[in-house]
């Protein structure tokens, strides 16, 4: 019986010790993800959208109508891409930080030219579609604050970004259609590529807003993230509008236009203050 008693008094102690260093790294677990730094990785994708702020071309309307000759933008169409580092200071809800990265975004637009006669049949279309990539590196600065403290943590987030363009080309292709037959018959002409860095500036800059959600699995803080961009400048060069007279030949010359998109995040980040397998904030 002794021994059972002393064993049972043994056990008792373990049990409290291991409580007490369980509520002691509790503590310290709280104390961690209460204020933290994080290094991670972001990657994602971006939709475009073109605010147009002042319509050009290269031609001129003499006996029709000069609305005819605008370009036809396809809003959030096509997908760009970014990638970068998230550098991320946490405080009991708060984060902010910067994300330097590589962002090419995209978009299209079109413009058709017709040539009409006086027979019904007369009529001859020349149809241009236009895919335009920029390339830039993007220095977003952020804050965030979480909605709530649980496993799954909902944020709202807004900050602002300055981005530098490195490269922008674009790729031409053109159709004709001829209604003499009295059927349209299409054909594809050309199909060129073209750089074209010199006709943008060489800057944008902008704030953004949006929402997401964060979660911990271990050592790693997973980050679903969507946001809209709302770009301030002119990206056109207006002193280098018909420097290309391969373009502005066939009419096509920058209009005015402003970035916008929606953008798409996930990111990886990783602490800084801490690394251990025992960590789980779960």
């Known amino acids: 019986m002794k021994r059972i008693a002393v064993m049972m008094l043994?056990?008792?102690?373990?049990?409290?010790i291991s409580e007490v260093?369980?509520?002691?790294?509790?503590?310290?677990?709280?104390?961690?993800?209460?204020?933290q730094w994080f290094l991670g990785v972001k990657f994602g994708s971006n939709l475009q959208q073109i605010s147009v702020t002042d319509r050009f071309?290269?031609?001129?309307?003499?006996?029709?109508?000069?609305?005819?000759?605008?370009?036809?933008?396809d809003d959030f169409s096509l997908a760009g891409v970014q990638a970068g580092i998230d550098i991320t200071f946490y405080h009991k809800g708060i984060s902010m930080g910067i994300q330097p990265n590589f962002r090419q975004?995209?978009?299209?637009?079109s413009n058709n030219l017709a040539w009409e006669g006086e027979g019904v049949n007369d009529r001859f279309e020349t149809q241009y579609d236009q895919d335009e990539r920029i390339d830039f590196i993007d220095v977003p600065v952020f804050i965030k604050y979480d909605i709530t403290q649980t496993v799954i943590r909902p944020y709202v987030m807004g900050g602002a970004y300055f981005s530098f363009l490195t490269n922008a080309e674009k790729t031409v292709k053109v159709s004709e259609t001829d209604f003499a037959s009295g059927t349209a018959q299409t054909l594809e002409v050309a199909e060129t590529t073209l750089g074209i860095s010199d006709r943008y500036n060489s800057y944008d800059f902008g704030i953004m807003g949006g929402i997401g959600a964060s979660s911990d699995f271990g050592n790693i803080r997973v980050v679903l993230e969507a946001a809209y961009r709302f770009g301030f400048p002119n990206m056109s060069d207006e002193n280098k509008r018909f420097s290309d007279l391969q373009l502005a030949g066939i009419g096509d010359v920058n209009d005015d236009i402003k970035l916008r998109s929606l953008n798409f995040n996930l990111a990886?980040?990783?602490?800084?203050?801490?690394?251990?397998?025992?960590?789980n904030s779960n």
């Not at 043994?10 to 409290?16: G, M, Q, R």
């Not at 071309?57 to 005819?68: F, R």
């Open 10 to 16: 043994l056990a008792i102690s373990v049990l409290s």
């Open 21 to 35: 260093k369980a509520q002691g790294y509790k503590k310290y677990l709280k104390e961690y993800l209460n204020t």
């Open 105 to 109: 975004i995209r978009f299209s637009y």
């Open 268 to 279: 990886l980040l990783f602490p800084l203050r801490f690394i251990s397998s025992e960590f």
């Open 57 to 73: 071309t290269g031609l001129s309307a003499i006996n029709y109508d000069a609305t005819t000759l605008d370009k036809t933008y």
